[in-house]
């Protein structure tokens, strides 16, 4: 009796080993690039592939491409930003190497049917952010690092630096994506979309010309909260605070520790809302501007860069939201090659112009990711390389 459950509990034990050897031999590429997602259901699957683009530039041999496709994400009543069905996908950019550099020069993401067949309106799209955990790169400026490395959104799906400049990444680095739908139209309900990203770098060895490197700042246009009601008409931020529009974290003003929200409600007609943004700056040199990507909510016209110290202002956003419906057209980002000065001794400030032309008061966000040429980068990159060629 006892040799039967011996040999009973032995081939309990070896059946559960062959089960776990033939999931993993079926599930290889979920085991190498780790998931996760909101949904639960049998088709929330993320895919992904890589491919090698030969292109005959002088600048570089070969292009890395990567795609990465949402699982099913079913719209099936009105979601308004930041509410919508999401996901997140965790990968390596570059899976083939454990050291080096990468540079990221394009990023974009398109709105695709279940079958990812037919391309869709970016009326399902709220945000895609792609992040990047900590490295090397930024171990001297931890009080100023954020993970965000690029934001895209309805009426901004792409973003292209300007030539001859990229986002620097280390290729081991762990990266994520996460993409969110978004839906005004109740009419439209119920459809099932998939968010299609393509990310697109050049490993540093492939290059034949040095690329300029990038570095990046998020800044946010934040108000002062406040109880009362809102104001009927538009008015300048300057004389009145505004309700959040969302619970959520508050920030605090340093001097006078009155509590911000970097979302608020704004009124019925114009509106113009000003926020100094030089302490969430922090620019640790003299650099210059090159690339800078937009986001806001519907009824926002234009976001602007203002250098408070010049009176100059440096970049507008012109923003066309839809005609008959709720939702943002287009949004007009900055790329420059030449660029425009920035001194780490100014002071800069946003500038949001909203028109809420409903017949209520109308969610708000607004904010730019600023890349600058990341000068101290360049010269420690150009001394490595010389070092290694004296090697």
């Known amino acids: 009796m006892k040799l039967f459950e011996n040999n009973k509990g032995r081939t309990f034990i070896l059946v559960g080993i062959f089960l776990l050897l033939l999931f993993c031999y079926f599930n290889q590429n979920y085991i190498k690039e780790k998931i996760r997602s909101f949904s639960i259901k049998k088709e929330a699957r993320w895919s992904i592939e890589r491919t090698s683009v030969e292109e005959k530039y002088p600048d ?20 308004h930003a930041m509410t919508g069905p999401a996901g997140v996908f965790y990968f390596k950019a570059d899976n083939t190497q454990k050291s080096g550099i990468i540079w990221l020069t394009d990023y974009s993401v398109k709105v695709m049917d279940a079958d990812c067949k037919a391309e869709l309106t970016n009326d399902y799209l709220c945000r895609n952010n792609l992040d990047v955990a900590f490295s090397e790169f930024i171990q001297q400026r931890k009080e100023t690092f954020n993970n965000r490395l690029i934001m895209t959104s309805q009426g901004q799906s792409a973003l292209h630096f300007p030539k001859g400049f990229a986002l620097p990444l280390l290729a081991h680095d762990n990266i994520s994506i996460t993409t969110q739908a978004l839906n005004y139209d109740n009419r ?17 060895q492939d290059l034949k010309t040095s690329l300029k490197p990038l570095f990046k700042r998020t800044v946010n246009v934040f108000v002062e909260v406040d109880t009362c009601d809102v104001p009927k008409t538009g008015c300048d931020s300057g004389r009145y605070s505004r309700p959040n529009a969302t619970p959520g974290p508050l920030a605090l003003k340093k001097d006078t520790l009155i509590p911000l929200t970097g979302h608020w409600k704004i009124p019925i007609g114009f509106d113009t809302v000003k926020y100094d943004i030089t302490s969430m700056l922090q620019i640790p040199f003299n650099t210059t501007l090159h690339y800078a990507s937009v986001y806001v909510y519907p009824y926002c016209v234009s976001l602007s860069l203002k250098d408070v110290t010049t009176g100059e202002v440096l970049f507008t956003s012109a923003i066309k939201n839809f005609s008959g419906k709720t939702g943002v057209e287009s949004i007009a980002a900055y790329s420059d090659v030449k660029g425009k000065e920035i001194f780490f001794t100014h002071s800069y400030q946003l500038i949001c112009v909203t028109n809420n032309t409903s017949n209520s008061a109308q969610d708000m966000m607004a904010g730019m990711i600023l890349y600058f040429h990341d000068k101290e980068l360049e010269h420690t990159l150009a001394k490595k390389s010389a070092d290694k060629k004296i090697d």
């Not at 570089?60 to 099936?76: A, F, G, H, R």
């Not at 439209?188 to 540093?204: A, G, N, Q, T, Y």
């Open 188 to 204: 439209s309900v119920p459809v099932e979309v998939r968010h299609k990203v393509k990310m697109e770098f050049i490993r540093d």
């Open 60 to 79: 570089y041999k070969e292009k890395q491409v990567v795609e990465v496709v949402s699982p099913v994400l079913t719209i099936d009543q009105v979601y």
